[in-house]
């Protein structure tokens, strides 16, 4: 086996690290690619304590998105779900923060109702939803319960403490008592009258008695007898018509109660209360079943604007971005500058367009070959262009955190591999171009970081395996505005007005 | 008494100097790092050196850590039923501490240690005047391709030996000890953060530069001859470790 | 061509250059001579830069070296090469690529033409068939041989030789004379040497300056020296102890 040569080793070395590197970005997988493709639904929570941003969305125990933000707005917890696009939500849905594992994590589950329910759409708000039911917040609702409790007794202690609470106990007490007394009044007045019947009844018997002994006795002295015993009915009806006429003289005494006026006045205004309500329920029925047609009304509404917003935001996709960047090699102590156009139709690729002036000029190698005297030489002529722009025109793809790039690279053939970190803030980038066989190819590694929109901070290596003395460390800046950008910075200057 | 004072006032000043004279040539090793020419084959050779050639040892000291952590912790949490977080635990002690400490401590026995000898043999045998008389600068000649090349290849030795104590422990766990390879996993993803690893490396890349730093500050200032050389590279060794130590508290408290 | 003015310098305190002035010729081969330890490394390492003096002024061409700064010196340096007393080739170079060292460092030549000077200087320093060995390899004679092709493969204005025949036989140190001799020669170039061994001096020097307690005590021709009548020089030319 050949001996490695030490580039070789090191790129080897450097790649593994690299590979192993992204191996494991990719698994633990929260820096990754896919986290932008997604849709929002917002919740509100009376309390979102002990959630934090990036925690899971689960149904069922499976994660179906993160939470991205949590906000406060009116006095509740505002909480922002990443929802994964390939996840549907139906409306009836809720929303439930949850403590996960023995270091108490929290999360976020979603409950599917089960009737069939329209889908939710991106933006839409998840209306229910209870917050954590952890210890604490079951000490809050117990407290509350012992509030109303406590207001309950103290309304009985007033109804019961006041004065007029213990008139009215006694009232009610004086009533009472006279029913009763009644009661035993009207028992001892028929007391005779119950003996009576008692007593004729006893006679009734027997004289049934006789009769059945006398069995041979005459018909008639039985419907005598019987006349008798109709007769002595007639008598025990009167005495039962005494009882109740009796009663309902002791009746009469409660009955007072009810029939005084202002009982009837109460149970009037009772009355008309109840046919206001029924009234009242009857017109709220009507505004809510209006309500309801205009919901429907809005629904249509926003499925028609859903569908222009689908229209737009694919043409909102579509991406230009304009760029420059300087760069200062330290070698020679000049400034490499690029202008360029990126045109990107998709999120995961994009056209790029450069034009460079690059201080070192552009090479133009003309090899001639001359024969004199049978011997043959070759001279190569190399005129450097100062002020010559060389071109690059790349078409660029990514997956995940590595981006591909091919095509010309300041007007020779190349590529190039960009490797992204931190939510795209930090690039770093390898680009490999000029394959001329008589020389080493050029070299490029750079790294791109943005610390916030518009304006970005490089540094690298140019050209570093350059055998004509071409290496150089650089630092530069650029800035990078997207058509939007550009076109609120457009809107935003002011016009002169005539 | 006087005395007393006297001598740690010396040892004080004289530590404080040592410190400015270190800071000094990490500045000009800086600074020459921009100047030209650009010393792209000599800090190759010293990528290969301090990182290619450091991988079997890494792979070595990296498995056995992650397999004697994740041992360890089986048998601790086995104890309250927790064996399926001995992944997450193996993988954030490696990814946090142990990786980028221990493939610090283990460079800084193979090359830093290196660095001081053989710059301190150049010192002594005047090859280091030799480059001063051929207008080559040993600092950007000798010191920055280390430096740099230490800060750079320190986070990928650490990776690599993040990875393999992983696998290490997975192989304990999971083989040896039967805990369930799904749950193994998913722990690991659960609780770690691609953070964690990042800040690592973000720490093995400052060991790098201590180790590198002072392996060359004591090989460039290195006095007296073979006995000079032996002596700055024992207390290179000791140095780098301790400050590794120590930096590693501070760079810990200030990223987790 | 260099000239020293009341150049002081002194270490922890001793006073190793005490208001030394010398003057040294250009295209001439001048030996430094004095004692073992009495100053004369320094006193070279001064002329070329690596030690800066605590006062006094060292003229190269004309310009001061001692207010230059890092990048300027670092220009100056280009004039001069320097062989030291152990040669001081770099160990982790075979010795083809040490003596190639300065010439990638500081010209553009294609790597074919670098082989070829290579070969030519170590050819013309009466070595063949080392390029690809070590350093290590090698005995001390031919270290000192590849040293001085090392220092002369850029054809510098001035050379500086620390001891160049310390530690060899007599044949080889009379070798390394003669290689001197003819390098000077070929290239007139300014050669100062340093040296104890006064046989090789005499033998070798246009000019010799006496080194004595930091202050250069006489100097003139090799024939001027002989007649000194110094007691020191008499004594250290005769080789007996004071």
């Known amino acids: 086996m050949a001996k490695l040569s030490v580039e070789a080793k090191v790129g080897f070395f450097v790649i593994i690290g690299i590979i192993i590197l992204s191996y494991m970005s990719m698994k633990l997988g929260k820096l990754s690619f896919k986290r932008d493709s997604g849709y929002i639904l917002k919740v509100f929570f009376d309390s979102a304590s002990g959630l934090a941003e990036d925690v899971p969305v689960e149904i069922a125990g499976v994660e179906v998105g993160r939470v991205q933000t949590i906000s406060l707005m009116n006095g509740k917890a505002l909480v922002i779900l990443k929802i994964n696009s390939d996840t549907k939500i139906s409306k009836n849905v809720k929303a439930i923060i949850r403590t ?34 952890d210890i604490d917040t079951l000490m809050k609702v117990l407290e509350e319960v012992a509030i109303n409790i406590n207001k309950l007794t103290g309304s009985f202690a007033n109804v019961m403490g006041g004065e007029e609470g213990e008139a009215s106990l006694r009232t009610i007490f004086e009533n009472v008592k006279e029913m009763v007394e009644t009661l035993n009044l009207t028992v001892q007045k028929n007391n005779t009258n119950v003996t009576q019947i008692i007593s004729n009844l006893s006679d009734f018997s027997k004289k049934l008695k006789n009769i059945s002994d006398t069995h041979s006795d005459d018909i008639r002295s039985i419907i005598t007898n019987i006349h008798g015993a109709s007769e002595e009915i007639e008598q025990l009806i009167s005495g039962i018509n005494k009882i109740t006429t009796k009663l309902n003289q002791g009746k009469g005494s ?63 996709t579509f991406r230009t971005y304009l760029n420059y960047r300087g760069e200062y090699l330290f070698n020679s102590g000049d400034v490499k500058s690029y202008l360029s156009l990126r045109i990107q139709p998709k999120e995961d690729k994009y056209y790029l367009f450069n034009v460079v002036d690059d201080p070192r000029g552009k090479d133009s190698i003309t090899d001639i070959t001359r024969t004199i005297n049978d011997s043959t030489t070759t001279e190569r002529i190399v005129e450097t262009e100062r002020d010559g722009l060389k071109f690059s025109a790349q078409i660029a793809k990514r997956y995940y955190d590595i981006g591909f790039r ?88 002011p016009l002169p007005t005539n | 008494m006087i005395r007393f004072f006297e001598f740690t006032g010396k040892k004080f000043i004289s530590i404080v100097e040592e410190f400015g004279k270190v800071m000094l040539l990490f500045l000009s090793a800086f600074l020459w790092m921009f100047r030209k020419p650009f010393r792209f084959r000599v800090i190759i050779k010293q990528m290969e050196f301090v990182g290619a050639d450091s991988v079997s040892v890494i792979l070595i000291t990296g498995a056995f850590t992650g397999m004697v952590l994740a041992l360890q912790t089986y048998y601790g949490f086995r104890m309250f039923g927790g064996e399926s977080l001995v992944g997450a635990t193996v993988t954030l002690s490696m990814t946090r501490e142990i990786g980028p400490v221990f493939t610090a401590l283990m460079v800084t026995g193979r090359a830093g240690s290196a660095m001081a000898a053989e710059i301190g043999t150049m010192r002594v045998t005047e090859q280091i005047d030799a480059l001063y008389t051929m207008s080559v600068s040993p600092i950007q000649y000798l010191i920055m391709p280390r430096i740099l090349a230490a800060a750079l290849m320190l986070p990928i030795l650490t990776i690599i030996s993040d990875f393999i104590g992983i696998v290490g422990g997975y192989l304990v766990g999971v083989e040896f000890m039967k805990i369930n390879s799904g749950i193994f996993m998913s722990k690991i993803i659960e609780f770690v953060d691609l953070a964690d690893i990042f800040n690592g490396l973000i720490k093995s890349a400052c060991f790098g530069l201590i180790l590198s730093l002072i392996g060359c500050y004591k090989g460039f200032y290195t006095k007296g001859g073979a006995a000079g050389v032996g002596k700055a590279t024992t207390q290179s060794v000791v140095y780098s470790s301790i400050t590794i130590l120590i930096s590693d508290y501070f760079l810990t408290a200030a990223m987790f | 061509m260099i000239k020293l003015v009341k150049v002081c310098k002194s270490f922890n305190g001793q006073k190793v250059l005490d208001n030394l002035d010398l003057e040294i010729e250009a295209q001439k081969i001048t030996v430094i001579i004095g004692q ?12 070329i830069g690596l030690i800066k003096p605590d006062s006094g002024q060292i003229f190269v061409d004309g310009t001061d070296i001692v207010k230059l700064n890092d990048r300027m010196l670092n220009e100056v340096r280009k004039k001069f090469s ?25 010209t553009r030549l294609s790597k074919k033409e670098i082989e070829e000077i290579v070969e030519a200087k170590l050819l013309q320093v009466g070595l063949t068939n080392v390029t690809h060995k070590m350093p290590s390899e090698l005995s001390g004679g031919m270290r000192k041989r590849v040293g001085l092709a090392r220092a002369i493969v850029l054809n510098p204005q001035i050379i500086l030789f620390d001891e160049p025949t310390t530690g060899l036989d007599p044949l080889m140190s009379d070798a390394i004379d003669q290689l001197i001799l003819k390098t000077q020669y070929d290239t007139r170039s300014t050669c100062v040497i340093i040296s104890h061994d006064i046989a090789s001096a005499f033998k070798i020097a246009h000019n010799i300056a006496m080194l004595y307690h930091g202050k250069i005590i006489q100097s003139g021709t090799p024939a001027e020296l002989r007649s000194s009548n110094i007691s020191i020089i008499k004594k250290f030319i005769e080789g007996t102890s004071a």
């Open chain 1, 100 to 133: 996960k594992g023995i270091l108490g994590d929290k999360y976020i589950e979603l409950v599917q109702g089960t009737e069939q329910a329209p889908f939710m759409k991106p933006g839409d708000q998840i209306l229910n939803a209870s917050p954590a039911t």
């Open chain 1, 254 to 316: 409660l009955g007072k109660l009810i029939n005084e006026e202002e009982t009837v006045n109460n149970l009037n205004d009772m009355l008309a209360d109840l046919k206001n309500i029924t009234e009242k329920i009857n017109s709220g029925k009507g505004t809510i079943g209006k309500l309801i047609k205009e919901d429907e009304t809005a629904d249509r509404i926003n499925t028609t604007l859903s569908g222009i917003n689908d229209y737009i935001r694919k043409q909102e």
């Open chain 1, 406 to 493: 091919g095509g010309l690279f300041e007007s020779t053939g190349g590529i190039g591999i960009d490797y992204y970190f931190f939510d795209d803030h930090l690039m770093l980038s390898m680009e490999a171009f000029d394959f001329d066989p008589d020389r080493n190819f050029h070299l490029k590694f750079k790294a791109d970081y943005t610390p916030f929109n518009y304006i970005y901070i490089t540094s690298g290596l140019d050209d570093f395996i350059s055998d004509e003395g071409n290496e150089s460390f650089f630092i530069g800046a650029g800035i990078n505005f997207s058509d939007e950008d550009i076109k609120t910075i457009l809107s935003n200057i």
């Open chain 3, 36 to 47: 073992s330890g009495g100053g004369k490394s320094v006193l070279l390492k001064h002329i």
């Open chain 3, 82 to 106: 320097m062989l030291f007393q152990d040669a001081a080739l770099f160990d982790s170079m075979t010795v083809g690529e040490n003596v190639a060292f300065p010439l990638k460092e500081h």
